[in-house]
């Protein structure tokens, strides 16, 4: 679930382009009383109105989809059932699409710290840094985000304050039978974005939420489809492995 953008446009990898007009006016140096200084740069609050007006636009954006699992082949009567496969470094790696990252680090035996590329935004390079956590358990498989923050200019990490975004992507199966056995993932993603520059502040949160909420839910009808190939391939392909090794050669 890897994100990166130019100047002007927002890409998910492997998941189309996205302008990303409607949001960036939330991404401003924010007016306080009086002026602050950020490096060689200050900046001046027109009114006191301005930090009364501020508003907090929801964008939502949910998947649930559901695909038959493939039929993998037994070695003299052992199974490897995906709930096995997903309690793997390998498949964790792959949920979290490790290959797309600037960097990947383990926190804890679950929670990973995930640095995405560096990317330009409104003439500023920043790096998005995501603190997952992944829950294996017997019947499911649930990711989590932590934190979302962003790394880079003082400018741009002051936007850190500004916004709140939840993530979790929980992923269940069914394989009491081989024929209906079945993989379901249920992903919510909610972004919580503080207004406070104009004209912005002076419309209806609405005229951010309505096309923010389009763009998430694009990106989702995307992104979902796209992660669930990848993880059958990558169960195929696990399994095949494990009945390589126990397989007499």
Known sequence: MILSTTTTNTKWHGCGSFSSS???PVLKPRKKIGVIKVGNESYRRESESDELNTKKANLSASRKERVQLPIIPNYEGKKFPIGEFLSQPCAIEALLNTNALKSFQCLSPNTYRCTLQ??????????????LRVTPT?????????SCKFEGSKIMEQQNNHFTAF??????????SDEDSFL?????LNLILEIYTRPFTMMPVSTVERPGNLMLQALLDRLVPLLLQQLLQDYSKWVHQQLDSVSPS
């Open 22 to 24: 409607d949001i960036l």
């Open 118 to 131: 560096r990317l330009k935004l409104l003439n500023f390079e920043v790096a998005p840094v995501l603190d």
């Open 138 to 146: 017997n019947q499911d498989c649930t990711v989590e985000m932590l």
């Open 167 to 176: 993530m979790r992507n929980r992923m269940s199966w069914d394989t009491s």
């Open 184 to 188: 379901e993932v249920d992903i919510k």
